[in-house]
């Protein structure tokens, strides 16, 4: 069964850094692009960052850029969000997802998705 394990959330403070992981299992992790969204409680889910499956092609919202890193370690089958200077309107549950070829921005493209890790960030 395919797997995606989010890890790395918690209760931080303005200003603060926080790298998210996501651990895959039961899938061949280098043939999806990989990609972050979020959810606050009563919005839509939101595109955050994305990666190709080799590495060399991201993307990000806007309201991120700059801030957010994506990247993915393909021999530990591991995705990573690092996130800087974080400001309360981050705060949401963060998911990762995997899709079959090129990135893209749209939830509905992703085939598998972790179960979220919250990330809070107060002012």
């Known amino acids: 069964q395919v797997q995606l394990v989010e890890s790395g959330g918690g209760l931080l403070q303005a200003w603060d850094s926080l790298r998210l992981s996501c651990a895959a299992s039961g899938l061949t992790f280098r043939s999806y692009a990989m990609g972050w969204f979020r959810q606050a409680p009563g919005k839509e889910r939101e595109f955050v960052a994305a990666?190709?499956?080799?590495?060399?092609?991201?993307d990000y919202a806007n309201s991120v850029k700059g801030r957010f890193t994506i990247s993915r370690d393909n021999a530990k089958n591991t995705a990573y969000l690092q996130m800087n200077s974080l400001k309360p309107e981050d705060t949401a549950v963060y998911y990762c997802?995997?899709?079959?070829?090129?990135?893209?921005?749209?939830?509905?493209?992703?085939?598998?998705w972790g179960q979220g890790t919250q990330v809070t960030v107060s002012s």
């Open positions: 990666i190709s499956w080799g590495g060399s092609n991201t």
């Open positions: 997802a995997a899709k079959l070829g090129g990135i893209g921005n749209v939830p509905s493209q992703y085939y598998y």
